[in-house]
């Protein structure tokens, strides 16, 4: 475990702490995972209330807000469920492009799932769902935030190689989405978040 956070085996949880983490990956993060493939879950705890952390989440139109390796998008349509959108990624990545399509954005239940459809990169059939639920933290509002993902392993490449790329950059979008929601709630800017980001 390092930090506030780890990778998680849901069969290797203990109830001791970990019972909502649990009901949450079994209720959301639930991928069909075929042979030649690999799946990880990871979780956030994040020192922000939730509804300013999901603000940043939901933005299928904007991930560059929190995700340090994304140096612009574009989205084609209106930020419904088929919405694709076009991501350049900066050097510095094994990638330069990807295309990915909104599949869900649930703002009563705080789910996003985004599934990769091209793009210059090696990430093949990369499907990923971000949850974000209030917990307390210090006894002050706090977040918990799981994210999954389902990915082929490429030729060349074992499960491990493979979960291990991925998990490191989802752990460094975590890490900048905590930044980010902390020293938004820090200065206390909850009310108009998408005003100043937009």
């Known amino acids: 475990m390092i930090g506030d956070w780890r990778s998680v085996d849901i069969f290797a949880m203990t109830a001791n702490g970990c019972r909502m983490e649990s009901e949450y990956i079994y209720r959301?993060?639930?991928?069909?995972?075929?042979?030649?493939?690999?799946?990880?879950?990871?979780?956030?705890?994040?020192?922000?209330p939730a509804h300013l952390v999901w603000s940043l989440v939901?933005?299928?139109?904007?991930?560059?807000?929190?995700?340090?390796?994304?140096?612009?998008?574009?989205?084609?349509?209106d930020l419904e469920i088929g919405s694709l959108r076009e991501v350049n990624v900066k050097t510095?990545?094994?990638?330069?492009?990807?295309?990915?399509?909104?599949?869900?954005?649930?703002?009563?239940?705080?789910?996003?799932?985004?599934?990769?459809?091209?793009?210059?990169?090696?990430?093949?059939?990369?499907?990923?769902?971000?949850?974000?639920h209030p917990e307390v933290i210090d006894e002050r509002p706090g977040t918990m935030v799981i994210e999954s993902f389902v990915v082929d392993v490429p030729d060349g490449n074992t499960r491990d190689e493979t979960c291990y790329f991925v998990?490191?950059?989802?752990?460094c979008n975590l890490k900048s989405l905590a930044?980010?929601?902390?020293?938004?709630?820090?200065?206390?800017?909850?009310?108009?978040?998408?005003?100043?980001?937009?």
């Open 179 to 198: 930044d980010v929601s902390e020293r938004l709630a820090v200065q206390d800017r909850t009310e108009p978040i998408d005003r100043m980001l937009g």
């Open 58 to 77: 939901r933005r299928f139109d904007q991930p560059q807000k929190y995700k340090p390796f994304i140096s612009r998008c574009v989205v084609q349509g």
């Open 92 to 132: 510095g990545l094994p990638a330069t492009t990807s295309t990915e399509r909104l599949e869900l954005l649930d703002d009563n239940e705080h789910v996003l799932s985004v599934r990769i459809v091209g793009g210059d990169h090696r990430l093949k059939n990369y499907s990923s769902v971000i949850t974000v």
């Open 28 to 48: 959301y993060h639930q991928h069909e995972i075929r042979e030649n493939q690999c799946s990880s879950t990871l979780v956030k705890h994040i020192k922000a």
């Open 167 to 171: 998990e490191a950059l989802i752990k």
